[in-house]
Structure formats: structure tokens, C-alpha cells
């Protein structure tokens, strides 16, 4: 079974920067994309960004600038290096990733969500 570990999430305050980490492990043959999620209480699970297996990356409109995305492919990891941190940014972040298993085909996976909370 594929399952995908998060790590990083805490408590910090405005203008403060936290590291999110995500690793994928199980009987894996490729990751395609994957990217993170994120629900504050009462909304939607909101895209905030995605990379490619290539690198190509997209973000969120309200965290271009202060997110930067990454990954580490030999690793089966993705992190989110979080800047300038806002209240606003507060929520339940989810990673995620397209994943094609060694023999039985391709399936989409969700870490278990880690708490970001910035105070003001």
C-alpha cells in the first residue's frame, strides 16, 4: 500500500516561515504530479501548489511570491518552503500525489494533513 507521511507543520507567527515535507513510500514505480492542499475550518480544500516529475510548477494566486515548491524525485518527497506567513495562511495543509504502482496501475493519494497555524 502507497501512503504519503507529512511533516513540518507548527505554530509561528506573522512574517515567519515554516517547511512542510511529504514522503511517498510503498511499491511505487513513478510519481507524476504532486502538489499541496490546504482547508481552514467552514471552506473548500483549496489547491496552493503543484509540481510536475518535470519541475513545472504552479501556485495558488494568494502565495505567489512567499510559497516555493519543490521536490526530491530519487526521495518520492515534495516540500513547501512557506514565507512571510499570514494568519491567513492558517488551515490544514494536505499533500498529494499521482502515483503509477509497480504492477497493479495509477492511483491518486492524500498524506494525513499537518496543522499550520500563524498567529497575529
Known amino acids: 500500500q502507497v501512503q504519503l507521511v507529512e511533516s513540518g507543520g507548527g505554530l509561528v507567527q506573522a512574517g515567519g516561515s515554516l517547511k512542510l515535507s511529504c514522503a511517498a513510500s510503498?511499491?511505487?514505480?513513478?510519481?507524476?504530479?504532486m502538489g499541496w492542499y490546504r482547508q481552514a475550518p467552514g471552506s473548500q480544500r483549496e489547491l496552493v501548489a503543484a509540481i510536475t516529475s518535470g519541475g513545472t510548477t504552479n501556485y495558488a494566486d494568494s502565495v505567489k511570491g512567499r510559497f516555493t515548491i519543490s521536490r526530491d524525485n530519487a526521495q518520492n518527497t515534495v516540500y513547501l518552503q512557506m514565507n512571510s506567513l499570514r494568519p491567513a495562511d492558517t488551515a490544514v495543509y494536505y499533500c498529494?500525489?499521482?502515483?503509477?504502482?509497480?504492477?497493479?496501475?495509477?492511483?491518486?493519494?492524500w498524506g494525513q494533513g499537518t496543522q499550520v497555524t500563524v498567529s497575529s
Open positions: 498529494n500525489a499521482d502515483i503509477i504502482r509497480m504492477f497493479n496501475g495509477r492511483d491518486n493519494y
Open positions: 510503498g511499491s511505487i514505480f513513478r510519481i507524476n504530479t
